[in-house]
Protein backbone atom coordinates (compact mmCIF):
# COMPACT_ATOMS: atom_id res chain seq x y z
CA UNK A 1 0.00 0.00 0.00
CA UNK A 2 2.94 2.33 1.29
CA UNK A 3 4.47 1.48 -2.49
CA UNK A 4 1.37 2.40 -4.61
CA UNK A 5 1.49 5.71 -2.97
CA UNK A 6 4.63 6.21 -3.10
CA UNK A 7 4.59 5.23 -6.79
CA UNK A 8 1.44 7.59 -7.56
CA UNK A 9 2.66 10.51 -5.52
CA UNK A 10 6.05 9.74 -7.43
CA UNK A 11 3.30 10.04 -10.69
CA UNK A 12 1.55 13.14 -9.72
CA UNK A 13 5.10 14.88 -9.30
CA UNK A 14 6.46 13.93 -12.97
CA UNK A 15 2.69 14.83 -14.22
CA UNK A 16 3.21 18.41 -12.47
CA UNK A 17 6.57 19.03 -13.38
CA UNK A 18 5.51 18.47 -17.03
CA UNK A 19 2.53 20.57 -16.68
CA UNK A 20 4.93 23.73 -15.12
CA UNK A 21 7.60 22.76 -18.09
CA UNK A 22 5.15 23.18 -20.26
CA UNK A 23 3.72 26.75 -18.90
CA UNK A 24 7.54 27.82 -18.63
CA UNK A 25 7.95 26.92 -22.20
CA UNK A 26 4.75 28.66 -23.60
CA UNK A 27 5.73 31.80 -21.56
CA UNK A 28 9.27 31.71 -23.24
CA UNK A 29 7.83 31.26 -26.24
CA UNK A 30 5.57 34.03 -25.98
CA UNK A 31 8.55 36.55 -25.48
CA UNK A 32 11.00 37.80 -27.58
CA UNK A 33 14.48 35.72 -27.21
CA UNK A 34 17.67 37.60 -27.72
CA UNK A 35 21.22 35.81 -27.98
CA UNK A 36 24.28 37.65 -26.81
CA UNK A 37 27.24 37.33 -27.83
CA UNK A 38 30.54 38.98 -25.89
CA UNK A 39 34.22 38.76 -27.22
CA UNK A 40 35.73 42.23 -26.51
CA UNK A 41 38.69 41.39 -24.61
CA UNK A 42 39.54 37.71 -23.13
CA UNK A 43 35.95 36.16 -21.95
CA UNK A 44 33.71 34.19 -24.65
CA UNK A 45 30.42 34.87 -23.53
CA UNK A 46 27.13 33.67 -24.73
CA UNK A 47 24.07 33.93 -23.56
CA UNK A 48 20.04 33.43 -24.74
CA UNK A 49 17.54 35.99 -22.67
CA UNK A 50 13.75 36.91 -22.69
CA UNK A 51 12.41 40.30 -22.77
CA UNK A 52 11.81 40.24 -19.33
CA UNK A 53 15.15 40.06 -18.46
CA UNK A 54 15.02 36.22 -17.91
CA UNK A 55 18.55 34.23 -18.67
CA UNK A 56 17.28 31.12 -20.32
CA UNK A 57 20.87 29.80 -21.26
CA UNK A 58 24.08 30.67 -20.66
CA UNK A 59 28.15 29.72 -21.21
CA UNK A 60 31.20 31.56 -20.58
CA UNK A 61 35.07 30.46 -21.35
CA UNK A 62 37.57 32.62 -19.59
CA UNK A 63 41.13 32.87 -20.69
CA UNK A 64 42.48 33.78 -17.46
CA UNK A 65 44.54 30.97 -16.68
CA UNK A 66 47.03 31.57 -20.20
CA UNK A 67 47.25 35.34 -19.69
CA UNK A 68 48.64 35.17 -16.47
CA UNK A 69 51.15 32.43 -17.49
CA UNK A 70 52.36 34.93 -20.19
CA UNK A 71 51.88 37.94 -17.94
CA UNK A 72 49.18 39.95 -19.97
CA UNK A 73 46.58 39.85 -22.79
CA UNK A 74 48.32 39.09 -26.20
CA UNK A 75 46.29 39.67 -28.86
CA UNK A 76 46.95 37.37 -30.69
CA UNK A 77 46.63 34.62 -28.19
CA UNK A 78 43.46 35.65 -27.48
CA UNK A 79 42.10 35.86 -30.97
CA UNK A 80 43.38 32.65 -31.20
CA UNK A 81 41.17 31.21 -28.00
CA UNK A 82 37.72 33.26 -29.06
CA UNK A 83 38.16 31.49 -32.26
CA UNK A 84 38.76 28.18 -30.89
CA UNK A 85 35.91 28.29 -27.92
CA UNK A 86 32.87 31.20 -29.87
CA UNK A 87 31.29 28.05 -31.57
CA UNK A 88 31.20 25.67 -28.31
CA UNK A 89 29.88 28.54 -26.02
CA UNK A 90 27.27 29.69 -27.93
CA UNK A 91 25.94 26.61 -28.78
CA UNK A 92 25.35 25.38 -24.98
CA UNK A 93 23.94 28.67 -24.43
CA UNK A 94 21.36 27.81 -27.10
CA UNK A 95 21.20 23.94 -25.61
CA UNK A 96 20.53 25.03 -22.04
CA UNK A 97 18.29 27.99 -22.93
CA UNK A 98 16.14 25.22 -25.07
CA UNK A 99 15.93 27.32 -27.37
CA UNK A 100 16.51 26.78 -31.27
CA UNK A 101 17.99 29.31 -33.56
CA UNK A 102 14.55 30.09 -35.39
CA UNK A 103 12.79 30.76 -32.40
CA UNK A 104 15.24 33.77 -31.56
CA UNK A 105 14.10 37.29 -32.21
CA UNK A 106 17.92 39.09 -32.83
CA UNK A 107 21.01 38.53 -32.01
CA UNK A 108 23.41 41.31 -30.09
CA UNK A 109 26.85 40.96 -30.23
CA UNK A 110 29.70 43.59 -29.18
CA UNK A 111 31.02 45.57 -31.54
CA UNK A 112 32.83 48.13 -29.76
CA UNK A 113 35.09 49.03 -28.08
CA UNK A 114 37.72 46.16 -27.46
CA UNK A 115 40.91 44.67 -28.96
CA UNK A 116 40.40 44.61 -32.50
CA UNK A 117 41.21 40.64 -33.16
CA UNK A 118 38.95 39.49 -30.19
CA UNK A 119 35.97 42.05 -31.39
CA UNK A 120 36.75 40.71 -35.03
CA UNK A 121 36.11 36.76 -33.53
CA UNK A 122 32.63 37.40 -32.22
CA UNK A 123 31.55 40.28 -34.93
CA UNK A 124 32.41 37.69 -37.58
CA UNK A 125 30.97 34.53 -36.24
CA UNK A 126 27.38 36.39 -35.05
CA UNK A 127 27.31 38.24 -38.68
CA UNK A 128 27.56 34.59 -40.38
CA UNK A 129 25.04 33.24 -38.30
CA UNK A 130 22.17 36.15 -38.52
CA UNK A 131 22.94 35.69 -42.37
CA UNK A 132 22.33 31.69 -42.13
CA UNK A 133 19.17 32.21 -40.17
CA UNK A 134 17.86 35.51 -40.97
CA UNK A 135 17.72 37.30 -37.89
CA UNK A 136 17.85 40.85 -37.17
CA UNK A 137 21.10 41.85 -36.16
CA UNK A 138 21.93 44.50 -32.93
CA UNK A 139 25.40 46.16 -32.71
CA UNK A 140 26.02 46.57 -28.72
CA UNK A 141 28.46 48.93 -27.12
CA UNK A 142 30.30 46.93 -24.41
CA UNK A 143 30.37 50.07 -21.90
CA UNK A 144 26.63 50.77 -22.45
CA UNK A 145 26.05 47.36 -21.61
CA UNK A 146 28.13 47.32 -18.84
CA UNK A 147 26.18 50.62 -18.13
CA UNK A 148 22.71 49.15 -18.14
CA UNK A 149 23.21 45.72 -16.45
CA UNK A 150 21.63 46.85 -12.99
CA UNK A 151 18.29 46.79 -14.88
CA UNK A 152 18.44 43.44 -15.57
CA UNK A 153 18.62 43.17 -12.17
CA UNK A 154 15.91 46.02 -10.26
CA UNK A 155 13.93 49.11 -11.76
CA UNK A 156 16.50 51.66 -12.03
CA UNK A 157 14.86 54.79 -13.97
CA UNK A 158 16.70 57.27 -15.88
CA UNK A 159 18.27 59.63 -15.63
CA UNK A 160 21.66 58.18 -13.27
CA UNK A 161 25.19 58.54 -12.85
CA UNK A 162 27.09 55.65 -13.76
CA UNK A 163 30.97 55.07 -13.23
CA UNK A 164 32.49 52.06 -15.68
CA UNK A 165 36.19 50.85 -13.87
CA UNK A 166 37.54 48.25 -15.41
CA UNK A 167 41.04 46.47 -16.75
CA UNK A 168 40.39 48.55 -19.71
CA UNK A 169 38.08 51.62 -19.53
CA UNK A 170 37.33 54.10 -16.50
CA UNK A 171 34.53 57.00 -17.10
CA UNK A 172 31.76 59.06 -15.53
CA UNK A 173 29.13 59.53 -17.23
CA UNK A 174 25.24 60.70 -17.18
CA UNK A 175 22.74 57.08 -18.45
CA UNK A 176 19.57 59.55 -19.74
CA UNK A 177 18.37 56.37 -22.20
CA UNK A 178 19.55 53.07 -23.70
CA UNK A 179 21.49 55.13 -26.46
CA UNK A 180 21.62 58.34 -24.30
CA UNK A 181 25.04 59.17 -22.43
CA UNK A 182 26.32 62.51 -20.96
CA UNK A 183 30.16 61.92 -20.74
CA UNK A 184 31.26 63.20 -17.88
CA UNK A 185 35.36 62.02 -17.37
CA UNK A 186 37.55 59.45 -18.60
CA UNK A 187 40.85 58.00 -17.90
CA UNK A 188 43.47 60.02 -19.46
CA UNK A 189 45.66 57.32 -19.65
CA UNK A 190 45.47 53.49 -18.47
CA UNK A 191 42.39 52.50 -16.71
CA UNK A 192 42.65 51.42 -12.87
CA UNK A 193 42.55 47.51 -13.49
CA UNK A 194 45.58 47.96 -15.82
CA UNK A 195 47.02 49.82 -13.44
CA UNK A 196 46.41 47.33 -10.79
CA UNK A 197 47.36 44.22 -12.71
CA UNK A 198 50.81 46.02 -13.87
CA UNK A 199 51.87 46.56 -10.29
CA UNK A 200 51.04 43.16 -9.35
CA UNK A 201 53.24 41.71 -12.45
CA UNK A 202 56.38 44.38 -11.29
CA UNK A 203 55.99 42.68 -7.84
CA UNK A 204 55.70 39.34 -9.25
CA UNK A 205 52.57 38.24 -7.52
CA UNK A 206 52.33 35.09 -9.28
CA UNK A 207 55.18 33.81 -7.45
CA UNK A 208 52.49 34.52 -3.91
CA UNK A 209 51.04 31.28 -3.09
CA UNK A 210 47.87 33.11 -2.57
CA UNK A 211 48.02 34.88 -5.83
CA UNK A 212 49.10 32.03 -8.14
CA UNK A 213 45.73 31.45 -10.34
CA UNK A 214 43.83 35.01 -9.69
CA UNK A 215 44.12 37.82 -12.00
CA UNK A 216 46.74 41.16 -10.47
CA UNK A 217 43.79 42.88 -9.52
CA UNK A 218 42.32 40.45 -7.53
CA UNK A 219 46.11 39.78 -5.61
CA UNK A 220 46.10 43.45 -4.78
CA UNK A 221 42.60 43.02 -2.80
CA UNK A 222 43.76 39.87 -1.82
CA UNK A 223 47.11 41.20 -0.10
CA UNK A 224 45.81 44.30 0.79
CA UNK A 225 43.71 43.26 4.01
CA UNK A 226 46.33 42.37 5.86
CA UNK A 227 48.88 45.71 4.63
CA UNK A 228 49.29 48.78 5.94
CA UNK A 229 48.29 51.37 3.61
CA UNK A 230 50.57 54.20 5.70
CA UNK A 231 53.44 52.42 4.71
CA UNK A 232 53.76 54.27 1.91
CA UNK A 233 52.04 57.56 0.74
CA UNK A 234 51.18 58.52 -3.36
CA UNK A 235 50.76 61.45 -4.30
CA UNK A 236 46.84 61.68 -5.20
CA UNK A 237 46.59 62.11 -9.24
CA UNK A 238 45.63 65.17 -10.99
CA UNK A 239 45.13 67.46 -7.89
CA UNK A 240 44.97 70.24 -9.63
CA UNK A 241 42.31 69.35 -12.26
CA UNK A 242 39.44 70.36 -11.56
CA UNK A 243 37.50 67.70 -13.83
CA UNK A 244 35.79 64.78 -13.75
CA UNK A 245 38.65 62.79 -15.54
CA UNK A 246 41.06 60.06 -14.17
CA UNK A 247 44.63 59.20 -14.32
CA UNK A 248 46.17 56.30 -13.53
CA UNK A 249 49.95 56.55 -15.07
CA UNK A 250 51.70 58.92 -13.42
CA UNK A 251 50.38 56.50 -9.58
CA UNK A 252 51.91 53.60 -11.20
CA UNK A 253 54.86 55.19 -11.59
CA UNK A 254 55.06 56.41 -8.03
CA UNK A 255 54.72 53.04 -7.10
CA UNK A 256 57.28 51.26 -9.65
CA UNK A 257 59.69 53.88 -8.02
CA UNK A 258 59.00 52.50 -4.59
CA UNK A 259 59.18 49.28 -5.33
CA UNK A 260 62.64 49.58 -6.91
CA UNK A 261 63.56 51.48 -3.58
CA UNK A 262 62.58 48.58 -1.41
CA UNK A 263 64.44 46.16 -3.78
CA UNK A 264 67.74 47.87 -3.40
CA UNK A 265 67.33 48.36 0.28
CA UNK A 266 66.65 44.69 0.83
CA UNK A 267 69.44 43.82 -1.81
CA UNK A 268 67.63 42.03 -4.19
CA UNK A 269 66.45 41.69 -7.67
CA UNK A 270 63.30 42.27 -9.56
CA UNK A 271 61.71 39.48 -9.50
CA UNK A 272 61.58 38.35 -6.23
CA UNK A 273 58.80 38.73 -3.56
CA UNK A 274 59.64 41.47 -1.52
CA UNK A 275 58.99 41.35 2.17
CA UNK A 276 56.53 44.52 2.23
CA UNK A 277 54.36 43.34 -0.89
CA UNK A 278 51.14 43.06 1.66
CA UNK A 279 51.52 47.06 2.24
CA UNK A 280 52.36 48.16 -1.28
CA UNK A 281 49.13 46.35 -2.02
CA UNK A 282 47.40 48.37 0.55
CA UNK A 283 48.74 51.86 -0.71
CA UNK A 284 48.36 50.89 -4.30
CA UNK A 285 44.71 49.75 -3.84
CA UNK A 286 43.76 52.94 -1.59
CA UNK A 287 44.94 55.39 -3.77
CA UNK A 288 43.24 54.03 -7.13
CA UNK A 289 40.32 53.99 -4.79
CA UNK A 290 40.95 57.59 -3.81
CA UNK A 291 41.19 58.91 -7.07
CA UNK A 292 38.07 56.79 -8.19
CA UNK A 293 35.81 58.12 -5.21
CA UNK A 294 37.20 61.95 -5.25
CA UNK A 295 36.02 62.56 -9.49
CA UNK A 296 32.85 60.37 -8.49
CA UNK A 297 32.49 62.86 -5.76
CA UNK A 298 33.31 65.97 -8.09
CA UNK A 299 31.15 64.30 -11.24
CA UNK A 300 28.21 64.39 -8.15
CA UNK A 301 28.22 67.59 -7.36
CA UNK A 302 28.32 68.80 -10.89
CA UNK A 303 24.74 66.96 -11.30
CA UNK A 304 23.22 68.52 -8.53
CA UNK A 305 24.16 72.19 -9.40
CA UNK A 306 22.93 71.25 -12.97
CA UNK A 307 19.86 69.63 -11.43
CA UNK A 308 21.05 66.11 -13.97
CA UNK A 309 19.34 63.71 -11.58
CA UNK A 310 16.11 63.51 -10.27
CA UNK A 311 15.33 64.64 -6.64
CA UNK A 312 13.78 61.70 -5.45
CA UNK A 313 16.06 58.90 -5.31
CA UNK A 314 19.29 59.74 -7.15
CA UNK A 315 21.35 56.45 -7.89
CA UNK A 316 24.96 55.64 -8.63
CA UNK A 317 25.21 52.60 -10.77
CA UNK A 318 29.14 51.36 -10.80
CA UNK A 319 29.84 48.38 -12.94
CA UNK A 320 33.23 47.07 -14.68
CA UNK A 321 35.63 44.46 -13.68
CA UNK A 322 37.09 46.89 -10.95
CA UNK A 323 33.79 47.57 -9.41
CA UNK A 324 34.16 43.74 -7.89
CA UNK A 325 36.46 45.35 -5.77
CA UNK A 326 35.31 45.33 -1.89
CA UNK A 327 37.57 47.99 -1.00
CA UNK A 328 36.73 50.60 -3.73
CA UNK A 329 32.74 49.62 -3.22
CA UNK A 330 32.84 50.72 0.38
CA UNK A 331 34.50 53.98 0.11
CA UNK A 332 32.09 54.83 -3.58
CA UNK A 333 29.35 53.86 -0.29
CA UNK A 334 31.12 56.64 1.93
CA UNK A 335 30.50 58.83 -0.56
CA UNK A 336 27.11 58.47 -1.72
CA UNK A 337 25.92 58.05 1.79
CA UNK A 338 27.61 61.85 2.74
CA UNK A 339 25.76 62.94 -0.59
CA UNK A 340 22.76 61.18 -0.38
CA UNK A 341 22.90 58.96 -3.59
CA UNK A 342 21.44 55.73 -3.49
CA UNK A 343 24.76 52.88 -4.56
CA UNK A 344 23.70 49.70 -7.04
CA UNK A 345 26.26 47.65 -8.03
CA UNK A 346 25.50 44.16 -9.98
CA UNK A 347 26.82 40.78 -8.19
CA UNK A 348 30.73 40.36 -9.35
CA UNK A 349 29.68 37.93 -11.92
CA UNK A 350 27.59 40.47 -13.66
CA UNK A 351 30.47 43.16 -13.24
CA UNK A 352 32.94 41.23 -15.59
CA UNK A 353 32.33 40.80 -19.43
CA UNK A 354 29.57 38.21 -20.00
CA UNK A 355 27.01 37.23 -22.38
CA UNK A 356 24.42 37.91 -20.31
CA UNK A 357 25.08 41.92 -19.71
CA UNK A 358 25.08 41.71 -24.43
CA UNK A 359 21.50 39.95 -24.19
CA UNK A 360 20.41 42.18 -21.96
CA UNK A 361 21.53 45.97 -23.98
CA UNK A 362 19.92 43.87 -27.29
CA UNK A 363 16.16 43.05 -25.12
CA UNK A 364 16.45 47.08 -23.99
CA UNK A 365 17.34 47.77 -27.27
CA UNK A 366 14.60 45.29 -29.18
CA UNK A 367 11.87 46.98 -26.90
CA UNK A 368 12.15 50.34 -27.90
CA UNK A 369 13.17 49.67 -31.29
CA UNK A 370 16.27 51.23 -31.56
CA UNK A 371 19.93 50.02 -33.26
CA UNK A 372 18.53 47.16 -35.01
CA UNK A 373 19.92 46.01 -38.08
CA UNK A 374 18.32 43.71 -40.56
CA UNK A 375 20.99 40.30 -41.61
CA UNK A 376 21.91 41.87 -44.75
CA UNK A 377 23.49 45.20 -43.53
CA UNK A 378 27.42 45.48 -43.08
CA UNK A 379 29.38 46.27 -39.51
CA UNK A 380 31.96 46.80 -38.67
CA UNK A 381 33.42 46.75 -34.75
CA UNK A 382 35.63 50.00 -33.77
CA UNK A 383 38.27 49.00 -31.09
CA UNK A 384 38.39 52.46 -29.93
CA UNK A 385 34.68 54.07 -29.36
CA UNK A 386 33.79 56.32 -26.47
CA UNK A 387 30.18 56.37 -25.02
CA UNK A 388 27.73 59.14 -26.69
CA UNK A 389 27.65 62.58 -25.69
CA UNK A 390 25.50 65.79 -26.69
CA UNK A 391 28.08 68.07 -25.31
CA UNK A 392 32.20 67.90 -26.30
CA UNK A 393 34.36 67.31 -24.07
CA UNK A 394 36.11 71.08 -24.07
CA UNK A 395 32.18 72.39 -22.85
CA UNK A 396 31.53 69.47 -20.25
CA UNK A 397 34.84 70.54 -18.97
CA UNK A 398 34.45 73.88 -18.59
CA UNK A 399 30.93 73.71 -17.43
CA UNK A 400 32.24 71.62 -14.97
CA UNK A 401 34.50 74.03 -13.82
CA UNK A 402 31.80 76.88 -14.00
CA UNK A 403 29.28 74.70 -12.08
CA UNK A 404 31.81 73.18 -9.46
CA UNK A 405 34.71 75.77 -8.74
CA UNK A 406 37.76 74.60 -6.92
CA UNK A 407 36.34 74.79 -3.73
CA UNK A 408 32.80 74.39 -4.01
CA UNK A 409 31.17 71.12 -2.26
CA UNK A 410 34.95 69.40 -0.78
CA UNK A 411 33.73 70.42 2.93
CA UNK A 412 31.96 67.52 3.89
CA UNK A 413 30.67 67.22 7.57
CA UNK A 414 33.74 69.41 8.70
CA UNK A 415 36.56 68.08 6.53
CA UNK A 416 37.66 67.79 2.68
CA UNK A 417 36.64 64.49 1.16
CA UNK A 418 39.74 62.74 1.15
CA UNK A 419 39.73 63.33 5.06
CA UNK A 420 36.02 61.67 4.96
CA UNK A 421 37.59 58.99 3.42
CA UNK A 422 40.72 58.48 5.73
CA UNK A 423 38.62 58.82 8.95
CA UNK A 424 36.02 55.81 7.20
CA UNK A 425 38.72 53.98 6.39
CA UNK A 426 41.43 54.16 9.10
CA UNK A 427 44.82 52.60 7.98
CA UNK A 428 45.46 49.19 10.81
CA UNK A 429 46.93 50.27 13.80
CA UNK A 430 50.71 49.78 14.84
CA UNK A 431 51.62 46.08 14.67
CA UNK A 432 48.31 44.46 13.65
CA UNK A 433 48.76 44.32 10.39
CA UNK A 434 45.33 45.05 9.15
CA UNK A 435 43.22 42.88 11.38
CA UNK A 436 41.34 45.71 12.82
CA UNK A 437 39.96 47.48 10.23
CA UNK A 438 36.67 48.85 9.84
CA UNK A 439 33.93 45.56 10.21
CA UNK A 440 33.24 44.01 6.78
CA UNK A 441 35.86 46.60 4.78
CA UNK A 442 37.84 43.96 3.17
CA UNK A 443 34.76 41.29 3.13
Known sequence: MFAFKASAQQGTHMFRAKILSKCAFRRKMSSRLVLGIETSCDETGAAVMDETGLILGESLHSQKEVHLKTGGIIPTVAQRLHRENIGRIVQEAMERSGVTQSQLSAVATTVKPGLALSLGIGLDFSLNFVKLHQKPFIPIHHMEAHALTVRMLQPVVFPFLVLLVSGGHSLLALARGIDDFLLLGQTLDEAPGDTMDKVARRLSLIKHPKCSMISGGQAIEILARDGNRLKFLFKPPMGAHYDCNFSFAGLRNQVTMSIQKK?????????????????????????????????????????????????????????????????????????????????????????????????????????????????????????????????????????????????????????????????????????????????????
Open 263 to 443: EEEEGVEQGTLLSCVNDIAAATQHAVASHIAKRTHRAILFCKAKDLLPSCNPTLVVSGGVASNQYIRKILKIVTDTTGLHLLCPPSKFCTDNGVMIAWNGVERLREGKGILSHTEEVNYEPKQRTHEDLPDRQVRQAQRDEVPEDFGVEVEGGQLHDVVALAVPPPPVGSRGQHVVQGLHG
